[in-house]
């Protein structure tokens, strides 16, 4: 059994999702050659897929690719998860209460140098942020960064309440100046570092 497959393991929960907010780099002396910067999470409301495989009944739930335009990028994600990609993202997958988000940008910066500025940006947009300071990290094959970080996702359509959330965001850098900003969040009470960890080591570059 893969460390996905550990991870996809549990049931999912209330439907919660992160959206995305455009990160701002003058104030950090960084210049996008391209693209807007990745955005921030916040709570939205998204369709989810009908459970399958593990999800509420047993087992392990399979994975399938999620391969972009013109194969510029492709990673894994459990099948019951359902598209709800959100404005500045590139894509994101999303469970009941857990999700995938990828966001493509050009930019001069370091990996962890744009890191540093997105975490700025984090801990403005995202409800009851606390995050650990960048750190470098071999993320995917390339020498990347990651930021983790707890939140407040919600309210939850269901409860109406937050729900204490963690996340890892990897920035791993590519060809042609690209730069992937790779995040994978859940409910803290059930999170799995290893398992995001797993997530992000799965993503790859096309050619």
Not at 1 to 29: D, F, H, S, Y
Not at 170 to 184: E, K, M, N, Q, S
Request: aromatic share 10%; proline share 11%.
């Amino acid at each position: 059994m893969t460390g996905i497959e550990r991870k996809v393991r549990r049931p999912l929960g209330l439907g919660l999702v992160g959206g995305l907010v455009v990160l701002g780099l003058a104030a950090c002396g960084g210049t996008p050659t391209a693209s807007p910067a990745p955005t921030t999470p916040v709570a939205v409301a998204a369709t989810v897929a009908p459970a399958a495989g593990g999800e509420g009944g047993g087992g392990d739930e399979p994975n399938i690719p999620y391969v972009a335009p013109a194969g510029a990028f492709h990673f894994p994600h459990p099948q019951s998860w359902g598209q709800a990609t959100q404005p500045g993202e590139s894509i994101r997958y999303t469970g009941r209460d857990e999700f995938i988000s990828v966001g493509i940008v050009t930019t001069a910066l370091a990996p962890l140098d744009y890191a540093r500025a997105d975490a700025g940006a984090l801990t403005a947009a995202s409800p009851g942020y606390q995050g650990q300071a960048p750190v470098a990290q071999q993320v995917a094959g390339w020498a990347g960064a990651l930021v983790a970080y707890t939140w407040q996702a919600g309210p939850s359509p269901v409860t109406g309440k937050m729900v204490p959330s963690s996340a890892n965001r990897y920035y791993i850098p590519g060809p042609g100046g690209r730069l992937a900003v790779f995040t994978y969040s859940s409910p803290t009470g059930t999170y799995d570092p290893a398992g995001a960890d797993d997530f992000a080591n799965a993503f790859a570059w096309g050619k």
